[in-house]
């Protein structure tokens, strides 16, 4: 059994398109929203290993917020101090997945030295030539450089659809958002809870079977909603940027 610990490692200021699509003017999408950027601590209750899900954005909001949207972290949301907080030294950590290789998801890494880093095959595929549209999310803009994720390509280990990581731990491809997204689904002593990444950025995605604004399939979007309501109503989820996540674990 494992134990769910989120920590608001940034928080983020987008328009509401950006989490629901939702384009109609009625519907508002040029709503400003500032949501959470969470990373997941999961500490396994038997014997006290640590495994991160997501890793938040760099350590400098100013940088990130100079190529995206805005995005504010105070000194107690960089990801090596919540990590102290909890007891837990970062050198410690050998294991991270990865929802996606997003920059919000996967630029906290770096601070992560010793982890492998398990992806699904087709986001890293993606990730290295994405659609023009989809280049500055993995940071592969006209710059000549490499995606920042290159950095620590050497740490990276693939996956390949649905798997068993270890007791407790189920990836579920989930694609839509992105083509190798995937769900974390965690076995506690509450119960399963899916870890859904940006398949839903809140629970509105879910209640309205509306994509996030940011898809590269609608056919694998709809198929992911499925497959989620699929494995069964005894699962809570936990949306990938949505406060309410901080209340459903108790923190």
């Known amino acids: 059994m494992w134990q769910i610990t989120p920590l608001q490692v940034a928080t983020l200021t987008l328009t509401r398109v950006a989490a629901i699509s939702k384009v109609a003017v009625a519907a508002n999408p040029g709503e400003i929203l ?45 990801l090596d101090y919540l990590l102290k907080q909890e007891g837990v030294q970062p050198e410690e950590i050998d294991t991270i997945l990865l929802t996606h290789l997003h920059w919000d ?48 390509f050497h740490r990276i280990v693939t ?48 209640e309205e079977d509306l994509p996030t604004g940011v898809f590269t399939s609608l056919y694998d979007y709809y198929a992911s909603f499925q497959k989620v309501k699929a494995l069964g109503d005894d699962i809570t989820l936990l949306p990938g940027h949505d406060y309410n996540v901080f209340s459903i674990l108790g923190r």
Not at 34 to 48: F, I, S, Y
Not at 120 to 149: C, M, R, S, V, W
Not at 165 to 188: A, E, M, N, R
Request: with cysteine; hydrophobic share 30%.
């Open 34 to 78: 500032t949501v959470p950027d969470v990373a997941w601590l999961l500490t396994n209750t038997e014997t006290g290993r640590h495994i991160l899900v997501d890793t938040g954005p760099s350590s400098d909001p100013k940088r990130d917020s100079m190529f995206h949207s805005p995005v504010e972290k105070t000194e107690q949301q960089q």
């Open 105 to 152: 998801h996967g630029y906290g890494v770096y601070k992560i030295p010793n982890a492998k880093v398990y992806v699904q095959k087709d986001e890293l595929q993606y990730a290295i030539a994405p659609f023009p549209i989809h280049k500055g999310a993995y940071e592969l803009n006209d710059t000549g450089k490499p995606p920042y994720f290159f950095e620590y």
């Open 159 to 206: 996956v390949d659809g649905d798997c068993t990581f270890t007791d407790g731990i189920d990836l579920i491809k989930l694609p839509g958002h992105s083509p190798g997204s995937q769900g974390i689904l965690v076995s506690t002593p509450n119960g399963r809870y899916l870890i859904t990444g940006d398949l839903y950025y809140n629970m509105q995605n879910y």
